[in-house]
């Protein structure tokens, strides 16, 4: 079992950083791929970026690409979400995930094995 506890995210202006953490128990941190997706309201959650179990490759979706920054700490258990120049249709909450099938299967969120609780983004213009 894998426990993803959010930390991070508040209200933040637009064009404006705002780092969000997500904190993994257990021993099996690096078997993961982890990931962050955001919920809009009456939206499905949807990816936008992904860091591989090594922590060597690194996956964005085209509108974050060169804006949001993943990366992991293995000393902490710990992936980190680095949001720069945010804009306001990016209010959402945002949940990261674990799973060892999410790149292979296109970053499905389905076949995510582990949630966080989420962590409320809100972007004002």
């Known amino acids: 079992q894998v426990q993803l506890v959010h930390s991070g995210g508040g209200l933040v202006q637009a064009v404006g950083p705002l780092r969000l953490s997500c904190a993994a128990s257990?021993?099996?941190?690096?078997?993961?791929?982890m990931a962050w997706f955001p919920q809009a309201p009456g939206k499905e959650r949807e990816f936008v970026a992904g860091?591989?179990?090594?922590?060597?490759?690194?996956y964005y979706t085209d509108s974050v690409n060169g804006r949001f920054t993943i990366s992991r700490d293995y000393a902490k258990n710990t992936v980190y979400l680095q949001m720069n120049s945010l804009k306001p249709e990016e209010t959402a909450v945002y949940y990261c995930?674990?799973?060892?099938?999410?790149?292979?299967?296109?970053?499905?969120?389905?076949?995510?094995?582990?949630w966080g609780q989420g962590a409320q983004v809100t972007v004002s213009s």
């Open positions: 995930a674990a799973g060892a099938r999410l790149r292979m299967s296109g970053w499905d969120p389905d076949l995510s094995d582990y």
């Open positions: 860091i591989s179990g090594s922590g060597i490759r690194t």
């Open positions: 257990g021993r099996t941190f690096s078997m993961y791929t």
